[in-house]
Antibody, heavy 125, light 103 residues
Framework: QVQLQESGPGLVKPSETLSLTCAVS?????????WGWIRQPPGKGLEWIGS???????YYNPSLKSRVTISVDTSKNQFSLKLSSVTAADTAVYYC??????????????????WGQGTLVTVSS | EIVLTQSPGTLSLSPGERATLSCRAS???????LAWYQQKPGQAPRLLIY???SRATGIPDRFSGSGSGTDFTLTISRLEPEDFAVYYC????FGPGTKVDIK
């Protein structure tokens, strides 16, 4: 079955760039679907960050778009997240997930299944 | 951006009882795009329902979804001990969640 695993530094300094990678097993990214990132601050709700297709086509949450870059490496069957200029507000568990994304009349819709186990990233000096 | 509101914020029930969770969208949403997730402490969310009423793979039939337009409902017919968790509705943005806890 499809499995996803996040990896990356657990501690990032303020103003620096957060970088995470999601390795996918049991399914080829090139076979289809979008692949996305979602985050959850401690004790709070879920926030979609963005999603990418194997071709490189992306959708981003407008509230984060100026700081986010999502890329894909089909040769390694993985995709990555970069979030620049981080602050303490970016402290969260970051999840990767397989996404079904569509845009209808300028509105993005999607769902996520399955998910990785998540990785906590703390922004602190 | 579509904003989702969930009610109640917390639902206190006993095992065996019926749970009814509400999700309201700020504008009409095709039922094709409404999903529900369950999240237990320390775990990733799990997709329960997609397309407003279709159960995801492996989800027990005590979970059902309904609704259209701006109003959607997740029903758990008889709560099992493992069902006490937080539930989120989602279109790509997520609602704030409803916590179902043990009375």
């Amino acid at each position: 079955q499809v499995q996803l695993q996040e990896s990356g530094p657990g501690l990032v300094k303020p103003s620096e760039t957060l970088s995470l990678t999601c390795a996918v097993s049991g399914y080829s990214i090139s076979s289809g679907y979008y692949w996305g990132w979602i985050r959850q601050p401690p004790g709070k709700g879920l926030e979609w960050i963005g999603s990418i297709y194997h071709s490189g086509s992306t959708y981003y949450n407008p509230s984060l778009k100026s700081r986010v870059t999502i890329s894909v490496d089909t040769s390694k069957n993985q995709f990555s997240l970069k979030l620049s200029s981080v602050t303490a507000a970016d402290t969260a568990v970051y999840y990767c997930a397989r996404s079904s994304i569509t845009m209808v009349r300028g509105v993005i819709f999607g769902r996520f299944d399955p998910w990785g186990q998540g990785t906590l990233v703390t922004v602190s000096s | 951006e579509i904003v989702l509101t969930q009610s109640p914020g917390t639902l206190s029930l006993s095992p065996g009882e019926r749970a009814t969770l509400s999700c309201r969208a700020s504008q009409s949403v095709s039922s094709s795009y409404l999903a529900w997730y369950q999240q237990k402490p320390g775990q990733a969310p799990r997709l329960l329902i997609y397309g407003a009423s279709s159960r995801a793979t492996g989800i027990p039939d005590r979970f059902s979804g309904s609704g259209s337009g701006t109003d959607f409902t997740l029903t758990i017919s008889r709560l099992e001990p493992e069902d006490f968790a937080v539930y989120y509705c989602q279109v790509v943005t997520f609602g704030p969640g409803t916590k179902v806890d043990i009375k």
